[in-house]
């Protein structure tokens, strides 16, 4: 496989994007756990891990997407524009399926888990295709993130649901299966370059 020299900066930033990401879970976790306690009763401060959130994920999909760009020129146009033009088909499909077959409310976690699984996928399709990953760690990148999604959709699906303390238990589960996810891929990211 390629080394990160030859592939420029791309990795690296793919990397910090992760980490990012991890913040983002963790700060979102930590701001979920102290705002929706079955208790009703909330810490203050919760806002800022809020905001932790937000500019950790918004931080961490910048990263990831400057990355890709800067593999693109030894990265496949084709395989990366199927992933995104799927990701928001598929998206589009869950969001109609969603909200029509399955009745349930629409709220900004369904796009957050459509974003994060298609950038992670475009991530995933970047470094292979750029040759940075081997085809096994690339797949391993994929199911990955599958998995995460398929958790997310799952506990999306089943919230409104369950009774308060149950569905504030699994309101906790995508993000920190997300968190773990995107430590896995920094990880995996990192042993390629040596």
Do not use: K
Request: charged share 5%; aromatic share 8%; proline share 5%.
């Amino acid at each position: 496989m390629g080394s990160w020299r030859a592939a420029g900066g791309g990795p690296l930033l793919m990397v910090i994007g992760e980490i990012l990401l991890v913040v983002c879970s963790v700060s979102y976790l930590v701001w979920w756990t102290t705002t929706y306690r079955p208790s009703g009763r909330t810490s203050p401060g919760g806002g800022y891990f809020l905001g932790g959130a937000v500019l950790g994920g918004v931080g961490g999909l910048a990263l990831l997407a400057v990355g890709i760009a800067l593999l693109l020129p030894r990265a496949s146009w084709l395989a990366l524009g199927a992933t995104v033009v799927g990701g928001a088909l598929v998206g589009a499909l869950l969001l109609y399926l969603t909200s029509t077959v399955a009745h349930r409310p629409v709220t900004t976690e369904l796009p957050l888990i459509v974003v994060w699984a298609t950038m992670q996928l475009a991530a995933g399709v970047t470094l292979r295709t750029a040759e940075v990953l081997t085809a096994p760690a690339a797949v391993g990148w994929i199911v990955a993130v599958a998995l995460a999604t398929l958790v997310g959709l799952a506990c999306y699906l089943v919230f409104y649901r369950l009774d308060p303390i149950p569905a504030y238990r699994v309101g906790m589960v995508p993000l920190a299966v997300d968190g773990v996810v995107a430590a896995i891929l920094a990880v995996m990211l990192v042993s390629t370059s040596s």
